[in-house]
């Protein structure tokens, strides 16, 4: 089936410092949604995009949706210990039926040290 | 409160048996999916529904089997045949938002996630 491919796997920084991450795929998104997920928990919704260049932020954290449509970009400044966390994309191909479920990347582990 | 819950937690299974888990939402949304996460892993969908009544298959169903009795309730059996099935299993709900155009955005919201192991 379509994959995305979520970069960097893992991530070891300092607090205080930027992270970026980011995914791409081979086909082309109508959506594109940023999750963070806890140990022992349930992803949590970050960012949603629904447009090419769309670039949005919630608190500390600022995504875009690439213009190609093909990929998406999660940046988090200032980090904080509470960041850490696994962050996954989720691409939305079409609209209805099965073109209209999600692909998750494999995420993105970021540890912060304080 | 509104949000989608899953039972139990924590689950053990002896090898041969059926087990059932329990989702439910209260957010009168339409859709409901399976997902089961592995170490290291993405989301891979098991079995969605986008109305009542009725299911479909998603990329990883052999071994799974679902029902859709009722909108809030979404119940995932793990099967003997499934041969691999300790993992984090991920209930989410969905309503189609921003309809525009035929446009259906899926914003899915997750539940808190059951850990099955197999002994």
């Known amino acids: 089936g379509q994959q995305l491919n979520q970069s960097p796997q893992s991530m070891f920084i300092q607090e205080g410092e930027d992270v970026s991450m980011n995914c791409t795929s081979s086909?082309?998104?109508?959506?594109w949604l940023w999750y963070k997920q806890e140990p022992g928990e349930g992803p949590v919704l970050l960012i949603a995009?629904?447009?090419?260049?769309e670039l949005t932020s919630n608190g500390r954290l600022t995504a875009q949706f690439g213009i190609t449509r093909k990929d998406s970009f999660l940046n988090i400044s200032a980090s904080i210990p509470s960041d850490v966390g696994i962050y996954f994309c989720?691409?939305?191909?079409?609209?209805?039926?099965?073109?209209?479920?999600?692909?998750f990347g494999k995420g993105t582990k970021l540890s912060v040290k304080p | 409160d509104g949000g989608i819950t899953q039972s139990p937690k924590y689950l053990f299974r002896k090898e041969g048996q059926n087990v059932t888990l329990s989702c439910e939402q209260n957010?009168?949304?339409?859709?409901m999916y399976w997902y089961r996460q592995d170490p290291g892993q993405g989301l891979r969908l098991i079995y969605y529904?986008?109305?009542?009544?009725?299911?479909q298959k998603g990329d990883i169903a052999e071994g799974y089997s679902v029902s859709r009795e009722k909108k809030e309730s979404f119940p995932l059996t793990v099967t003997s045949a499934q041969k691999n099935p300790t993992a984090f299993y991920l209930c989410?709900?969905?309503?189609?938002?921003?309809?525009?155009?035929?446009?259906?955005?899926?914003?899915?919201?997750f539940g808190p996630g059951t850990r099955l192991t197999v002994l």
């Open positions: 989410a709900s969905s309503m189609p938002q921003g309809i525009w155009a035929g446009a259906d955005y899926n914003e899915q919201f």
């Open positions: 529904s986008q109305i009542v009544n009725d299911f």
């Open positions: 086909s082309i998104f109508n959506t």
């Open positions: 957010l009168n949304h339409d859709a």
């Open positions: 989720a691409g939305q191909l079409g609209y209805g039926g099965s073109q209209g479920n999600l692909i």
């Open positions: 995009l629904y447009k090419a260049g």
